[in-house]
């Protein structure tokens, strides 16, 4: 209300037209860079999505679901056959059996499963724990839900954390921690000490485990990918978040789960009803058969994708980055200070204008910009082709210095 001359009048105050929520973040830095990436026509290393075909047998069985009618309303938390495929791939990876009738829910890509879970978990003045640089997604999907977060630093090169940091934040109002791994955007694959680290706290404060495993068939190196539901005293009290995006380069199909205890189950099914209903039906029912393909499949992706990296790091390296050799996802991250740039995003806006290669500025990846200031990623899930026309570009910024 505004004061007059003879106390309050009915005119309310002018009030901001968004809401207190909307001004805490901003718009996504990655679909920023792609933007830009288009408008200069600079090759898209920012945002990671494939730009080679996703596997045949899984586009057929798309289009076959739509031609057999699968083209209304599924199930709310998912297709009773998707759902059963998941179960039995979680079984063959993790050794750990799920009830899919009770405790999981198919969702819209691992982003809304992501906030659904929250959602279904965290009151407002709850604290979730993140490993920073994170993906840029769990900041306002913690403000979104009234969490505060509290952040555990990885540190290059290898990306390791402090044990002592990690237990100073966790506290009594801790609720969650959200574990990316393989990591994106450093390509760090948590080790199994790491995530028995991390358990041993979830247990000692009664807190959640979140965990984004969407590049789970992405390790490279020798290197393991470990479920955290798999450790002692953690499958009910995990939340494994995973997705059809990356593993089959659909990430335009937006289908994603999450495996949760039953109760935790029933919230989220609540949260994703009355945010989304549900996932593309058709999409869910080929995502049957894409969970069902031979072990080669997920072999040839994996050398695949350790033969982009490969040509990815020694191109760079080529043209004066000093890279942060990732071993698992699709991402790499790099130090730019051989280029003498004030911070990475004069250097990203520099790449994508000059040089026509478009990349992710490194501070997007921290609370603190300045952490950031001289670190920027790169993405490499791309064909030979454009992978090779952007390290030709990226070669004239070794020969301007
Ligand atoms: C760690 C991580 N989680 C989630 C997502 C988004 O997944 P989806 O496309 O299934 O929503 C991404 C996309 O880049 C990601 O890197």
Not at 45 to 74: C, H, M, S, T, W
């Amino acid at each position: 209300m505004t004061r007059n001359s003879i106390g309050f009048s009915s005119t309310p105050a002018p009030r901001s037209p968004i809401s207190q929520k909307s001004h805490k973040f901003t718009e996504s830095v990655i679909r920023e860079m792609t933007r830009l990436a288009v408008e200069h026509k600079a090759v898209n290393l920012a945002q990671g999505f494939p730009d080679f075909p996703a596997p045949e047998d899984v586009k057929e069985a798309a289009v076959r679901a739509i031609r057999a009618d699968i083209n209304q309303y599924e199930i709310t938390w998912g297709s009773r056959e998707f759902r059963r495929a998941v179960a039995d791939r979680f079984l063959h990876d993790t050794g750990l059996e799920v009830d899919p009738e009770r405790e999981m829910t198919v969702c819209c890509g691992a982003t809304e499963t992501m906030i659904a879970s929250l959602l279904a978990i965290i009151d407002p003045g709850d604290e979730v724990v993140v490993f920073e640089p994170f993906y840029e997604n769990y900041g306002p999907d913690a403000i979104i839900c009234g969490a505060a977060t509290r952040h555990v630093r990885l540190h290059p090169p290898d990306w390791t954390f402090d044990a002592k940091e990690l237990a100073a934040a966790f506290t009594h109002r801790t609720r969650a921690v959200i574990v990316n791994t393989p990591n994106n955007p450093t390509g760090k694959v948590f080790t199994r000490d790491e995530l028995e680290l991390i358990a041993e706290q979830c247990r000692q404060t009664n807190a959640y485990a979140i965990t984004d495993e969407i590049y789970q068939f992405l390790v490279y190196d020798g290197f393991q990918h470990v479920s955290l539901a798999t450790l002692p005293g953690m499958r009910e009290r995990t939340i494994t978040i995973n997705a059809m995006s990356k593993t089959y380069s659909v990430t335009g199909w937006r289908v994603g789960y999450a495996i949760a205890p039953a109760e935790v189950t029933n919230a989220i099914r609540k949260m994703h009803d009355f945010l989304t209903v549900g996932a593309a039906a058709p999409l869910q029912q080929a995502g049957a058969t894409a969970l069902r393909l031979p072990e080669s499949y997920y072999l040839k992706l994996c050398e695949g994708y350790q033969a982009r990296r490969d040509r990815m790091l020694a191109g760079l390296e080529q043209a004066g980055f000093r890279c942060f050799r990732p071993h698992g996802a699709y991402y790499i991250m790099a130090d730019i200070s051989a280029f003498g740039f004030s911070n990475d995003v004069e250097f990203a806006r520099y790449l994508v204008k000059e040089i026509g290669v478009g990349i992710v500025p490194g501070s997007s990846f921290y609370r603190d910009p300045a952490s950031g200031a001289q670190q920027v990623r790169f993405t490499y899930c791309k064909k030979d082709a454009t992978l090779d026309e952007a390290l030709r570009r990226l070669e004239k910024l070794r020969l301007k210095g």
